[in-house]
C-alpha cells in the first residue's frame, strides 16, 4: 500500500536564518519555501515587500512644491465669502428691525462685485496677484469694517449702501487659485505629458469646487453662530480677519503665482470664441442656484421650521462637495465640451426630486433627503464649465475669464432669487421648486445649441 504523507509539512527549500552570515560572494539564500501538506502544495514568499500603494490623485496632486502652502491661505481667505452676506442680514436686521433694509443692502453688494469683480481680475492678470489682489483685499475689508460700524453708531440707512458696495473690490479667490493650478500644470509636449495634465487640473478644477461648496456649506453656519452666540458684528469681524489674514498667505506664495502680463496680446475673453455662450449658460445655472436658495426657507418656513433651512441647504452642499471630490478622482473620457451636456442633463433631472417630494409628501426630511442627492450634479457640472473656460480663455487672462463666469453665476443668483421669492409669495413654496427646474432645463438648451458660426470659423 503506498505511504500516506504525513500530517506535518515537508519543506522542499527553507527561508534564510536569521544568523546566517551574509557574504558578497555566496549567493544570496531563496526566499520561497515550499511546503507539502496532505496533498497540498503550499508556496510562502518570505521576501520584502517593497512595493507601495501608489499615491491618490489628490495627493499628488498637494505633493507639488507650494501647493499646500497657497492652498491653505486660499481656503482661508475663501471661507468669508460663505458668511458676510449672512452676517451683513444677522446685523443689520438685528439692529435696524428691518430684513427689507438688510435685503436691499446686500443686493447693492452683490450688484456692485458683478461690475467690479472683473475689472480687479483685469489687473491681476496684467500686473500679478500679489500686487493687486492684497490692496483689493485690504479696500474690502475696510468697507466691513465701515459698515459694521455704520450699523454700530447709528448711521444713516445711505452709508450702508456705500459702505458694503466698497466691499466689491474682494478679490475671486477661487478664479486666483484655479489660475495658479492652470499654471503648475501646464501642458507637455508630448501626447502622454498633455493627457497627464489634463487629468491633474480635472482633478484640481473638481478639489476648488468642492473647496467652494465647503465654504459655502460651513460659512453661513458659522457666522450665524457668531453672531448669535456673540455680538451681531461678529460674524464680519471675523470674516475680515479670516479674508485678510488668508489673502496674505496666499499672495505670500510667490514661486506658485502665475506671471503677470503687463500688456496681453491676445484679445478680451468676452470675445473669445465659445467664453459667450458659456456665460450664458452659467446665468441659467445661476438662477438655478438663486431660486433654490429662497424657496428652501420659504417651505422650510411654511412648515414651521426655518432655522432647519440652513441644515437643509447644508446638505445639498454637502451633496455636491462629496460628488465633487469623486468626480476629480476619476478619469472621465471625451472632451470637456462633450460632457457639459450630460452633466446638465442630470443636474436638470435630479432637480425634479425635490419637486416631486414638496409635491407629493411635503415632508422637510424627505425634502432634505433628495436635495441631497440633487446636489450631487452640481459640482461636476461646474467643474465641466470652468474646465472649459479655462480651455476658451486666451492665455494671459485666465482671471479675468474665470471672473466673468462667476459674475455670470452671480447675476444668474439675483434672478433666480427674485423669480423664487415671486413664485413663493403669488403661487406657492412647493410651486417655486419648478423655477429652479426651469432653469436648468433652459441651461441644458443653451448646451445643445451648436456654436455660431464666427467661433466655428475661429476655432
Request: charged share 10%.
Amino acid at each position: 500500500m503506498p505511504q500516506r504523507t504525513p500530517a506535518h509539512s515537508s519543506h522542499l527549500s527553507h527561508p534564510p536564518h536569521p544568523s546566517r552570515p551574509s557574504c558578497p560572494s555566496c549567493p544570496s539564500p531563496p526566499t520561497t519555501v515550499f511546503a507539502v501538506t496532505a496533498d497540498t502544495l503550499v508556496a510562502a514568499d518570505f521576501g520584502p515587500r517593497t512595493g507601495r500603494r501608489p499615491p491618490g490623485p489628490y495627493r499628488r496632486l498637494l505633493s507639488i512644491p507650494g501647493a499646500r502652502a497657497f492652498t491653505i491661505g486660499n481656503l482661508m481667505a475663501r471661507l468669508p465669502m460663505g458668511m458676510f452676506s449672512v452676517s451683513a442680514v444677522v446685523m443689520i436686521a438685528g439692529t435696524r428691525g428691518s430684513y427689507a433694509l438688510a435685503g436691499a443692502v446686500t443686493a447693492t453688494g452683490l450688484a456692485a462685485t458683478a461690475l467690479v469683480a472683473p475689472w480687479t481680475a483685469r489687473l491681476v492678470d496684467r500686473h500679478g496677484q500679489a500686487k493687486v489682489a492684497v490692496p483689493a483685499t485690504l479696500i474690502a475689508a475696510l468697507g466691513s469694517v465701515a459698515l459694521l460700524l455704520c450699523v454700530r453708531y447709528g448711521a444713516p440707512a445711505w452709508t450702508l449702501f456705500a459702505a458694503y458696495a466698497a466691499t466689491a473690490t474682494t478679490p475671486n479667490t477661487g478664479g486666483m487659485a484655479r489660475a495658479r493650478w492652470a499654471h503648475l500644470l501646464k501642458d507637455g509636449r508630448d501626447r502622454k505629458d498633455r493627457k497627464d495634465a489634463a487629468d491633474a487640473l480635472h482633478t484640481a478644477n473638481s478639489f476648488e469646487q468642492a473647496a467652494d461648496e465647503l465654504c459655502f456649506m460651513f460659512g453661513p453656519v458659522l457666522a450665524a453662530f457668531l453672531c448669535t452666540a456673540l455680538f451681531p458684528e461678529a460674524g464680519t469681524l471675523v470674516g475680515v480677519v479670516l479674508l485678510v489674514t488668508g489673502m496674505l498667505l496666499f499672495a505670500a506664495q510667490r514661486s506658485t503665482e502665475p506671471p503677470a502680463r503687463p500688456r496681453p496680446g491676445a484679445k478680451a475673453p468676452l470675445r473669445a470664441p465659445g467664453i459667450p455662450p458659456l456665460l450664458v449658460t452659467c446665468l441659467a445655472m445661476g438662477g438655478v442656484f438663486g431660486a433654490m436658495e429662497v424657496v428652501t426657507i420659504a417651505f422650510a418656513d411654511a412648515q414651521g421650521h426655518r432655522a432647519a433651512a440652513g441644515v437643509v441647504l447644508a446638505l445639498q452642499a454637502a451633496g455636491s462637495c462629496a460628488a465633487g471630490l469623486l468626480y476629480g478622482a476619476l478619469k472621465p473620457a471625451g472632451p470637456a465640451e462633450h460632457r457639459l451636456p450630460w452633466c446638465v442633463a442630470a443636474m436638470a433631472a435630479l432637480l425634479t426630486l425635490p419637486l416631486l417630494a414638496a409635491s407629493l409628501s411635503g415632508s422637510l426630511p424627505l425634502l432634505a433627503l433628495t436635495l441631497l442627492v440633487a446636489g450631487m450634479a452640481t459640482a461636476p457640472t461646474m467643474v465641466t464649465t470652468m474646465t472649459l473656460v479655462q480651455h476658451r480663455t486666451p492665455e494671459g487672462r485666465l482671471n479675468e475669464g474665470m471672473t466673468l463666469a462667476v459674475t455670470g453665476l452671480l447675476g444668474g443668483i439675483a434672478c433666480g432669487s427674485a423669480a423664487g421669492g415671486w413664485t413663493v409669495e403669488h403661487l406657492s413654496p412647493t410651486a417655486g421648486y419648478g423655477v429652479p427646474v426651469t432653469a436648468a432645463a433652459v441651461a441644458l438648451l443653451l448646451t445643445l445649441l451648436p456654436p455660431p458660426r464666427r467661433d466655428l470659423a475661429t476655432a
